[in-house]
């Protein structure tokens, strides 16, 4: 299982948490699962051609996945993925 | 070299303060008209761009630093051995970070990790202190965690608190209202800005309601809670600031940062202005207001220029842009 960091405005998805845990060996994949297990959620993060929007950023281990192999950079248990939007707000 | 006509005199008074400093000349921006980023607008209907980014901190929040920070000083609630301490996700940071340093006071900003890697250096060469909070709560997570350092130590602290300082939109009311009032020969008929403290909006419209109560006041907000329009907020979603009041607010429109990100690419491109992703979002606004209309002058206001967020998802864009070419 693979721990996943979720931003406060998608926490309505996972009843209120912001740690949940989803199964996948790429990040594709990854948020496919996070997908069946919250439904509605994978469409905030990827846009209709099933890229990463521009605004989410999305770490593994820290790394931004931009930096790594994008959505098919590979995941294995006891990795962590963190979703984080551009900053917002009230500068 | 010849200095401008409206520069203050250069010889240095008496005492620390009564020079001329980088504090007179907070506000005064220029206002610019949009030529061509103005799609299916009618003739007779004229958009203006208020450049914020002119301030002497590169952003519109010079205009709240400088009058919450003098408003401490005049209420002595900033004195001496006090460290000016406040919540931000940049460009308010920036500007107490410059003012404090300015006048010799310290500040500690509190920021959400995730803010643009050149605000970060900005303030940490002014010499303000950074704490981070957690990127995964936004805005509203640095405005908790500063409360709980304020809470810690309350003694220590000058906390200006933009969210809740009537001091932030009477700059406004002061500055900004009366300029575009000025530099519209009174002709304006809409004013637009994005919502983040609410006190640009606030307090300008304020100002130009006063004047013409037939301007309209049109706040561009994102249109969901999980955005990218850094310094803009989601205001049913967020801690609403005590400066804000909905009421005051002709039309309130959301915007998607999609389309934002893709304004500041054509406003840099087709009109030679390279501004913030929330300039991008207010100007979608001011187009949607100004096909409405068949005469009419807009302003609408760019809180700062786009080089600062040179790092951030916004060069995503630009990058791909690059590349395209032949």
Redesign the interface.
């Given at each position: 299982m693979v721990q996943v960091?979720?931003?406060?405005?998608?926490r309505k998805y996972t009843a209120g948490s912001?740690a949940v845990e989803a199964e996948g060996s790429s990040v594709a994949a990854l948020v496919s699962d996070l997908d069946r297990r919250y439904p509605g959620i994978k469409e905030?993060i990827c846009?209709e051609s099933g890229q990463v929007?521009?605004?989410?950023?999305i770490f593994v281990n820290g790394e931004d996945i931009?930096f790594l192999n994008q959505l098919d950079t590979p995941l294995k248990a006891g990795d962590e993925l963190?979703?984080?939007?551009?900053?917002?707000?009230?500068? | 070299m010849p200095r401008a006509a409206h520069a203050p005199p250069l010889s240095p008074a008496e005492g620390p303060l009564a020079g001329v400093s980088a504090l007179d000349f907070v506000g005064n921006t220029p206002l610019v008209e949009l030529r061509n980023v103005r799609d299916g607008v009618a003739p007779g209907v004229r958009i203006f761009g208020k450049l914020e980014g002119f301030n002497p901190g590169g952003s519109v929040k010079d205009r709240a630093g400088k009058w919450m920070v003098e408003d401490g000083l005049k209420t002595g609630k900033l004195v001496p051995g006090k460290t000016i301490l406040d919540s931000t996700s940049g460009n308010t940071g920036i500007a107490l970070a410059w003012i404090g340093a300015a006048l010799g006071y310290p500040v500690k900003l509190v920021m959400p990790s995730n803010v643009s890697i050149e605000r970060k250096r900005v303030v940490t060469a002014f010499g303000a202190e950074v704490v981070y909070s957690d990127p995964l709560e936004g805005s509203d997570g640095a405005i908790r965690l500063c409360r709980q350092i304020l809470a810690e130590d309350p003694d220590r602290y000058f906390k200006p608190d933009q969210y809740n300082n009537p001091a932030n939109p009477l700059a406004h009311y002061e500055t900004t209202g009366p300029e575009i009032w000025r530099q519209t020969d009174g002709e304006v008929t809409h004013f637009v800005a994005g919502l983040g403290t609410s006190g640009t909006i606030m307090g300008t419209g304020r100002y130009l309601k006063e004047q013409n109560p037939a301007v309209q006041i049109v706040a561009a907000e994102p249109e969901d809670s999980f955005h990218g329009l850094e310094g803009l907020k989601h205001m049913a979603t967020s801690i609403v600031p005590g400066i804000y009041h909905e009421d005051e607010l002709d039309l309130k429109v959301g915007v998607a940062t999609d389309e934002a990100y893709d304004m500041v690419y054509r406003l840099g491109r087709e009109e030679g202005l390279l501004l913030g992703q929330s300039a991008g979002a207010a100007h979608i606004v001011a187009l949607g207001i100004a096909r409405t209309l068949t005469e009419g002058t807009i302003v609408v206001l760019f809180p700062d220029f786009g080089d600062r967020y040179l790092s951030t998802n916004l060069w995503v864009g630009w990058q791909k842009l690059g590349e395209a070419k032949p």
């Open positions: 960091r979720v931003p406060t405005p998608l912001g905030r846009d929007r521009r605004f989410v950023n931009r963190s979703i984080v939007p551009a900053i917002a707000g009230g500068r | -």
